[in-house]
T-cell receptor
Framework: AQRVTQPEKLLSVFKGAPVELKCNYS??????LFWYVQYSRQRLQLLLR??SRESIKGFTADLNKGETSFHLKKPFAQEEDSAMYYC????????????FGAGTRLAVHP | GAGVSQTPSNKVTEKGKYVELRCDPI?????LYWYRQSLGQGPEFLIY????????DSGLPNDRFFAVRPEGSVSTLKIQRTERGDSAVYLC?????????????FGPGTRLTVL
């Protein structure tokens, strides 16, 4: 079954601390993964996708096929990073619909 | 430019009533998706349109749910005989479509509450 698991509902850190938001997936083909972010009172938006191999707002994520993981990392958290983060898997066999995890709320305290 | 818009932003209805939720995609986007997000969960796929036709409706939970996109632009999600379990945020997303992945742009959602 195709599934995305985000084991933490809430991650609470202090400003300047490193952050790692965990994401594990289950997919029978070659996976394509994304991180979406939803800031308070804003709509869901794409943060980054693994095939781009880019860093957005200081965040990076590496696809680890051996561990079936796509963890989101940032070395030094900022207060403006506080948001809901969703890991998502592309279902290519299903017209490119997205399969989302349950989300992790990141709270960065001053 | 204008993003995806959804109306109404909030809808409160009584159990058993009929509701319609509207989505206006980004101009020129041929692909349109509906997702449902229940409290504490991530969005779950409901239905996908490519142009006017529903190419994949495998996510619709039952036959009380129906969606249309008659002119290949605006889409309406229709829920008959609403139940309390239908309470959720209904999200619409659009993309350029095509064979390879095109970024899906999400609307602000409609929060449906069934009393």
């Amino acid at each position: 079954a195709q599934r995305v698991t985000q084991p933490e509902k809430l991650l609470s850190v202090f400003k300047g601390a490193p952050v790692e938001l965990k994401c594990n997936y289950s997919y029978s083909g070659s996976p394509e993964l994304f991180w979406y972010v939803q800031y308070s009172r804003q709509r869901l938006q794409l943060l980054l996708r693994h095939i781009s191999r880019e860093s957005i707002k200081g965040f990076t994520a590496d696809l680890n096929k051996g561990e079936t993981s796509f963890h989101l990392k940032k070395p030094f958290a900022q207060e403006e990073d506080s948001a809901m983060y969703y890991c998502a898997l592309l279902d290519r066999g299903g017209y490119n619909k997205l399969i989302f995890g349950a989300g992790t709320r990141l709270a960065v305290h001053p | 430019g204008a993003g995806v818009s959804q109306t109404p932003s909030n809808k409160v209805t009584e159990k058993g009533k009929y509701v319609e939720l509207r989505c206006d995609p980004i101009s020129g986007h041929t692909a349109l998706y509906w997702y449902r997000q229940s409290l504490g969960q991530g969005p779950e796929f409901l239905i996908y349109f490519q142009g006017t036709g529903a190419a994949d409706d495998s996510g619709l939970p039952n036959d009380r749910f129906f969606a249309v996109r008659p002119e290949g632009s605006v889409s309406t999600l229709k829920i008959q005989r609403t139940e309390r379990g239908d309470s959720a945020v209904y999200l619409c997303a659009s993309s350029r479509g095509g064979g390879s992945y095109n970024e899906q742009f999400f609307g602000p959602g409609t929060r449906l509450t069934v009393l």
